[in-house]
């Protein structure tokens, strides 16, 4: 059993979509990060060292989600997933938020979950 580190609320202007005008206008995604860490060594060291450096992870979080545009908020978030199991977790789940989607019809929010591991 793990323990779970969320970060949430990331937002990052990228110019990702299938239409034109999402590539080149852009738009805001909002990122949520849960994270199974394992945080006892930290906690008993108190040593940044023995867990994630959350800042450091969202600032990769933030490169990969600013660069190489995409047509899908899957592959977004799998790119995401990706970022976050390179670091020391067991497991990760990420959602992307795409509050501002070409939707006609009033609506709150698209959010997209998925949920990765090592194993």
């Given at each position: 059993?793990?323990?779970?580190?969320?970060?949430?609320?990331?937002?990052?202007?990228?110019?990702h979509?299938?239409?034109?005008?999402e590539?080149r206008?852009?738009?805001?995604?909002?990122?949520?990060?849960?994270?199974?860490?394992e945080?006892?060594?930290?906690?008993?060291?108190?040593?940044?060292?023995?867990?994630?450096?959350?800042g450091?992870?969202?600032?990769?979080?933030?490169?990969?989600?600013?660069?190489?545009?995409v047509?899908?908020?899957?592959?977004l978030?799998?790119?995401?997933a990706d970022?976050?199991?390179?670091?020391?977790?067991?497991?990760?789940?990420?959602?992307?938020h795409?509050?501002?989607?070409?939707?006609?019809?009033?609506?709150s929010?698209v959010a997209?979950?998925?949920?990765?591991?090592?194993?």
């Open positions: 059993m793990t323990d779970q580190l969320a970060v949430r609320g990331i937002e990052i202007h990228a110019h979509g299938v239409f034109d005008f590539r206008d852009g738009q805001v995604f909002v990122i949520d990060l849960l994270l199974g860490i945080t006892r060594p930290a906690a008993a060291a108190d040593d940044l060292a023995l867990t994630v450096d959350y450091t992870l969202v600032d990769e979080v933030r490169t990969a989600v600013e660069n190489d545009p047509d899908l908020i899957e592959t978030a799998q790119r995401i970022v976050c199991l390179k670091a020391d977790v067991d497991w990760v789940e990420v959602t992307v795409k509050p501002n989607a070409p939707i006609t019809t009033t609506f929010d997209l979950t998925i949920r990765r591991s090592r194993a």
